[in-house]
T-cell receptor, first 114, second 117 residues
Framework: SAVISQKPSRDICQRGTSLTIQCQVDSQVTMMFWYRQQPGQSLTLIATANQGSEATYESGFVIDKFPISRPNLTFSTLTVSNMSPEDSSIYLC???????????FGPGTRLTVT | AQKITQTQPGMFVQEKEAVTLDCTYDTSDPSYGLFWYKQPSSGEMIFLIYQGSYDQQNATEGRYSLNFQKARKSANLVISASQLGDSAMYFCAMREGPTGNTGKLIFGQGTTLQVKP
């Protein structure tokens, strides 16, 4: 099974600033995903990070607000831009591979925007 | 459209007793997978159990079993011999398509389980 790490684990940021979250997988994976979990809520998919091409965003999420990079098969970043208090959430990176049902999650990044 | 429903916002169970967490789903795809995750207060998502739509038998993993009733479109999680460490949020999730399709997960609203000593 793959092990996923995220940096930072938590942060407190001021409104109007941006934060980049890193996701590192210890083995090559086919798909990487970014989820958001607002306080007391379930997980919502932000986008699928595609290796070597632009990410695929879900309805309600746009590239200007959540730019995503995936330079290779083990690494991805999510940037939360021009933050507001409504962006305070846990951001989770996830990964999976063809032929395996397993869906791994990173430990999450707990973001507070003041 | 695919949908996952968990109708129990919160559940209590006595330590050492069994508990069932409900999950129903809706999909038009004949091939799909169902997952249960545990999320303690630390926020990490811990994978518990998986059931494929074509699996003939209910999945089991230690104290966790999945009561899969395909005709009713339900995938309830049964935790046997509850422990204090089982207190957490539990999410049911679904992925459409076969395992070769590494599609996204759709999550239910979650159920908070509290185990009483």
């Amino acid at each position: 099974s793959a092990v996923i790490s995220q940096k930072p684990s938590r942060d407190i940021c001021q409104r109007g600033t941006s934060l980049t979250i890193q996701c590192q997988v210890d083995s090559q994976v086919t798909m990487m995903f970014w989820y958001r979990q607002q306080p007391g809520q379930s997980l919502t998919l932000i986008a699928t990070a595609n290796q070597g091409s632009e990410a695929t965003y879900e309805s309600g999420f746009v590239i200007d607000k959540f730019p995503i990079s995936r330079p290779n098969l083990t690494f991805s970043t999510l940037t939360v831009s021009n933050m507001s208090p409504e962006d305070s959430s846990i951001y989770l990176c996830s990964a999976s591979s063809v032929g395996s049902y397993e869906q791994y999650f990173g430990p999450g990044t707990r973001l507070t925007v003041t | 459209a695919q949908k996952i429903t968990q109708t129990q916002p919160g559940m209590f169970v006595q330590e050492k007793e069994a508990v069932t967490l409900d999950c129903t789903y809706d999909t038009s795809d004949p091939s799909y997978g169902l997952f249960w995750y545990k999320q303690p207060s630390s926020g990490e998502m811990i994978f518990l159990i998986y059931q494929g739509s074509y699996d003939q038998q209910n999945a089991t993993e230690g104290r966790y079993s999945l009561n899969f009733q395909k005709a009713r479109k339900s995938a309830n999680l049964v935790i046997s011999a509850s422990q204090l460490g089982d207190s957490a949020m539990y999410f049911c999730a679904m992925r459409e398509g076969p395992t070769g399709n590494t599609g996204k997960l759709i999550f239910g609203q979650g159920t908070t389980l509290q185990v009483k000593p």
